[in-house]
Nanobody
Framework: QVQLVESGGGLVQAGGSLRLSCAAS????????MGWFRQAPGKEREPVAS????????LYANSVRGRFTISRDNAKNTVYLDMNSQKPEDTAVYYC?????????????????WGRGTRVTVSS
């Protein structure tokens, strides 16, 4: 059974930092791309970042590029999202997802496994 478990969410002040983690089990983690998505209250889910199976290439949403960094540790079956210079508009539930391919992609249709999410609140 595939499990993706996010952790690291919480309350942070604007300008602060958080690190999200997603521990994966039950899948060939080192063979698939991983992504982070978020859904703010009253809004649709949107892609945040994606990383290929080796951790060599990453994609970012324009809204987070330069502030967020996605990385992975295939030995630990874990993907991370380092969030810096956070803004109130980063407030959302953040979801980890596993793709059905090796290559980084921001298309949600490419993701077949999803975690339950972790909430991030950025206060102004």
């Amino acid at each position: 059974q595939v499990q993706l478990v996010e952790s690291g969410g919480g309350l942070v002040q604007a300008g602060g930092s958080l690190r999200l983690s997603c521990a994966a089990s039950g899948l060939a983690f080192s063979n698939v791309a991983m992504g982070w998505f978020r859904q703010a209250p009253g809004k649709e889910r949107e892609p945040v970042a994606s990383i290929d199976y080796r951790g060599a290439n990453a994609l970012y949403a324009n809204s987070v590029r330069g502030r967020f960094t996605i990385s992975r540790d295939n030995a630990k079956n874990t993907v991370y999202l380092d969030m810096n210079s956070q803004k109130p508009e980063d407030t959302a539930v953040y979801y980890c997802a596993a793709a059905n391919d090796r290559w980084a992609t921001m298309g949600s249709r490419e993701y077949v496994q999803w975690g339950r999410g972790t909430r991030v609140t950025v206060s102004s």
